[in-house]
């Protein structure tokens, strides 16, 4: 598969992660991607991308693109063999400036990107991507759009530094000091949290605490679970495999040995970062 990426230029730095253009045949027909303290924008260029997120029993079917708030609950993804498109990653705050809807109507809830910006403007956005001059092209179209729908958003401020303590520690911090610190009441935070990002500042940094912990698993490895879980602040192993199984539906074990299967059977292959084998 060909993958790249790269970082917006200011002010969109400040919201988003990376931009992204990927094309080719995935590794597995379906995908799962664990919750990650991040959001995602997809416009899709090929055929149509199939998505099952949160509670949801079946899957649905995005032909334009997709729009997901940082997310909860493990999503899975079926991608088009082959595959094309362009997305953003985005910092959990950052879709808001970009949302008609409070991000909480979303939570792990998909939407189509007509949803948000509209079908002429989409399948606009769509046909100048499609006739661009390569990736790097892509990218830079995708970007002025974002650039161009950028708006004001109220509380965005106080979302994005309280978010960005959060991010700091891993989700160590406590979140009365978040409220103390801002001068804000836990209600008027948390309201803003939901409008903005989708979930509370609590939700936000048990996301940053699990995401952070299982990037420093190392699959090559063997594993000390007692000493990982202490490590990241869990109460203990117990809470550390509930956590675990809430995100993932895996125990911490049988994630590990997904992710060696995934080392194993694609080695360095360029989405084997977070995404597991659904199958």
């Not at 007692?226 to 203990?236: I, M, N, Q, T, V």
Request: charged share 20%.
């Amino acid at each position: 598969m060909e993958y790249l990426s790269r970082v917006p230029r200011p002010p969109l730095d400040g919201l988003i992660d990376d931009l992204y253009y990927l094309e080719g045949t995935p590794p597995y027909p379906r995908l799962t991607l664990p919750p990650m303290p991040a959001a995602l924008l997809i416009v899709n260029l090929g055929a149509p991308v199939r998505v099952r997120g949160g509670t949801d029993i079946e899957t649905t079917e995005y032909a334009d693109g997709c729009v997901i708030t940082t997310p909860t609950r493990a999503f899975e993804f079926g991608y088009p063999r082959p595959t094309r498109s362009v997305g953003v990653h985005v910092k959990p705050w950052g879709l808001a400036p970009f949302l008609p809807m409070p991000a909480a109507e979303l939570r792990d809830r998909p939407v189509t990107l007509e949803q948000v910006w509209g079908r002429p403007a989409v399948a606009e956005l769509r046909d100048r991507l499609a006739t661009a001059d390569g990736p790097h092209a892509m990218l830079t179209l995708l970007e002025e759009e974002l650039r161009r729908r950028l708006s004001e958003t109220t509380g965005l401020g106080l979302v994005r530094h309280t978010s960005g303590v959060i991010a700091a520690t891993s989700g160590a911090v406590p979140i009365g000091d978040l409220r103390t610190a801002a001068g804000v009441s836990s209600t008027h935070l948390a309201q803003r949290f939901k409008e903005l990002v989708g979930v509370t500042p609590k939700r936000l940094a048990r996301t940053y605490r699990f995401a952070a912990t299982v990037f420093a698993i190392d699959p090559a490895r063997p594993v000390d679970w007692g000493a990982l879980a202490s490590g990241a602040g869990y109460f203990d192993q117990a809470h550390f495999g509930h956590e675990f199984r809430a995100f993932t539906g895996l125990t911490p074990t049988r994630y590990v040995e997904v992710r060696r299967r995934f080392l194993r059977e694609h080695p360095g292959h360029v989405i084997d970062g977070w995404s597991l084998p659904a199958d």
